[in-house]
């Protein structure tokens, strides 16, 4: 059996003329995915972002859904901090009851945006409840099985439609803490080193999650990789299209840390959190080089961290060579061999 291979967009704005032909791009990709031979297409979820259009996951699934015949489409993911699981749980219900088989739910613990869009999201009824107590009932709600007592408010209540299929569930992190809980929770892990750009934490990660991963919830762990991607017709090539990625860190005075696409956007959630700050920035490991090379770093990552899927995630702003990188990807990927 192959190495599952899949994709993560941002439909970016950044070589598009609007927001309409990024998300048309998109439709495109998750298209020519899913004749390439992609086992799944994701869409991530940004808020106020004049770089990339995705804040609503939902409802570009639900497009691409209608678009595409065979390819899973999911999220990568829903920031679940700022809405209620009971309605996420609906809104992938629906998806699943109109593409039963086909739908995936990732769950993202970022906030997805800046603190301006984030206080803008905040429910208005005070407090959000803590993100794993979230969790553990959105898992609830998509089966059915809300475990409450019978004088508890919600007790009897399901999210509706019930589908056949529920949207299978996911958890994306970037530390250790995201890798505990998924591993607590019996659930599928992605670690996304295209945000953090740290292979330490990832192998920390991935260990911590495998190692502890709890059985009696009567799953299996199952390890992804959301890898930043290149492919060129060279080593050359791909080396000057990965070089020009960097990752812009911002570390905030009382101990938070986020991932910005560059320093401007870096600055400006600085000064929204109202605290000191420091930003950094590095060069982004980047999986890049002609097919072969690719193929052997791959199967190389694989092995290391016994991966079951690979998502890529591929930055190149020019569309066509966006495109191409993912058409090698996808001819590299049926020769990746799979650990034993």
Same mark, same amino acid.
């Given at each position: 059996m192959g190495l599952k291979l899949s994709i993560l967009d941002h439909s970016p704005i950044i070589d598009a003329k609007s927001s309409t032909e990024a998300f048309q791009r998109t439709i495109e990709l998750a298209q020519k995915a899913e004749a390439w031979g992609y086992h799944r297409f994701w869409a991530t979820e940004h808020h106020n972002s004049d770089r990339l259009?995705?804040?609503?996951?939902?409802?570009?699934?639900?497009?691409? %859904? !209608?678009?595409?015949?065979?390819? &899973? *489409?999911?999220? +990568?993911?829903?920031?679940?901090?700022?809405?209620? @699981?009971?309605?996420?749980?609906?809104?992938?219900?629906? %998806? !699943?009851?109109?593409?039963?088989? &086909? *739908?995936?739910? +990732?769950?993202?613990?970022?906030?997805?945006?800046? @603190?301006?869009?984030?206080?803008?999201?905040?429910?208005?009824?005070?407090?959000?409840?803590?993100?794993?107590?979230?969790?553990?009932?959105?898992?609830?709600?998509?089966?059915?099985?809300?475990d409450v007592d019978e004088d508890h408010p919600l007790y009897g209540l399901q999210a509706s439609p019930a589908p056949e299929q529920p949207a299978d569930l996911y958890l994306l992190g970037t530390t250790t803490a995201s890798a505990e809980l998924a591993a607590s929770l019996g659930m599928p892990y992605v670690f996304a080193l295209f945000l953090n750009s740290d292979e330490q934490v990832m192998a920390e990660s991935i260990d911590l999650y495998q190692r502890q991963f709890d059985f009696t919830q009567g799953t299996r762990p199952q390890t992804l990789l959301g890898l930043p991607v290149m492919v060129a017709d060279t080593d050359e090539e791909a080396a000057k299209l990965a070089s020009q990625v960097t990752v812009v860190r911002i570390q905030l005075e009382s101990g938070r840390s986020f991932m910005l696409g560059t320093v401007e956007a870096a600055e400006s959630f600085g000064k929204q959190s109202e605290e000191n700050y420091t930003i950094t920035v590095q060069q982004a490991i980047v999986i890049h080089g002609a097919p072969e090379t690719v193929r052997k770093q791959l199967e190389a990552m694989q092995h290391r961290f016994q991966a079951d899927e690979i998502i890529a995630v591929t930055q190149i702003p020019d569309f066509q060579k966006r495109l191409y990188s993912f058409e090698l990807l996808s001819d590299v990927f049926a020769q990746v061999t799979v650990a034993p």
């Open positions: 259009a995705g804040s609503s996951p939902e409802v570009l699934i639900s497009h691409l %859904l !209608a678009k595409t015949s065979q390819i &899973r *489409v999911g999220s +990568g993911g829903v920031m679940l901090q700022h809405y209620s @699981p009971y309605k996420v749980a609906e809104n992938f219900n629906v %998806l !699943a009851s109109l593409a039963p088989g &086909r *739908v995936d739910l +990732g769950i993202g613990r970022g906030p997805g945006g800046m @603190p301006q869009s984030t206080n803008a999201l905040k429910p208005i009824d005070g407090e959000a409840k803590p993100f794993p107590d979230k969790l553990v009932a959105l898992g609830q709600f998509l089966r059915n099985q809300l």
